[in-house]
Structure formats: structure tokens, C-alpha cells
């Protein structure tokens, strides 16, 4: 079992930056792939960003070039760095955690993106 806490949701004026942070505990999550979800009001919820347990990286289109995302196992932590914030990235945002059978979710922290 693997409990997932995330932090550094806040309100943010576009064209601001925000960290994300994922802290993870019951497991050690080196073993799996890490992900940033979102959802937005009325959507459904979209990968962000994944990061597989060799640090490799992807990305959904909409945040490329914008979007960092990172792990530090030896912390059981997995971050999203988010720059150049758009109104459209308005959404709770997940961290989650894959092992198959193995799928793990934290409860969310709000982004908002609006002047």
C-alpha cells in the first residue's frame, strides 16, 4: 500500500510558476511509474506528466516546454515544476503512483490560474 500527499497547490496570476510536491509513504516508489493527473470542472481527468521508475519522461502536449516533471527516490518524492501557467491549467491536480496490479492515487491539491 502506498499513501500519496500532495502540496504547493495554490492560486497563481498566468504567466506564474508552481511547484508541486508528492510525498509518498507505506512504500518505497522506486519500483514505480510516477504520474501527475489532472481535472478541471466538467472534464475528465488527463495525464499530465509521467515518470517511469528509470527516469524516463513524457508529456501531454498542452505542457510541453513548460513542465518538468522529477523523482527522488531516496526522498520517496516525485515533483511537478510548472511554469508559464495559463488559465487553462486550472484543475486538481493528482499524483499517482503505478505498479500493475498496483494503482495509487492521492487526494488532489487545486491549481488556479487567473489574474
Known amino acids: 500500500q502506498v499513501q500519496l500527499v500532495e502540496s504547493g497547490g495554490d492560486l497563481v496570476q498566468p504567466g506564474g510558476s508552481l511547484r508541486l510536491s508528492c510525498a509518498a509513504s507505506?512504500?518505497?516508489?522506486?519500483?514505480?511509474?510516477m504520474g501527475w493527473y489532472r481535472q478541471a470542472p466538467g472534464k475528465q481527468r488527463e495525464l499530465v506528466a509521467a515518470?517511469?521508475?528509470?527516469?524516463?519522461?513524457n508529456y501531454a502536449d498542452s505542457v510541453k516546454g513548460r513542465f518538468t516533471i522529477s523523482r527522488d527516490n531516496a526522498k520517496n518524492t516525485v515533483s511537478l515544476q510548472m511554469n508559464s501557467l495559463k488559465p487553462e491549467d486550472t484543475a486538481v491536480y493528482y499524483c499517482n503512483a503505478k505498479s500493475p496490479p498496483f494503482n495509487f492515487w492521492g487526494q488532489g491539491t487545486q491549481v488556479t490560474v487567473s489574474s
Open positions: 507505506g512504500s518505497i516508489i522506486s519500483a514505480y511509474a
Open positions: 515518470i517511469t521508475s528509470g527516469g524516463r519522461t
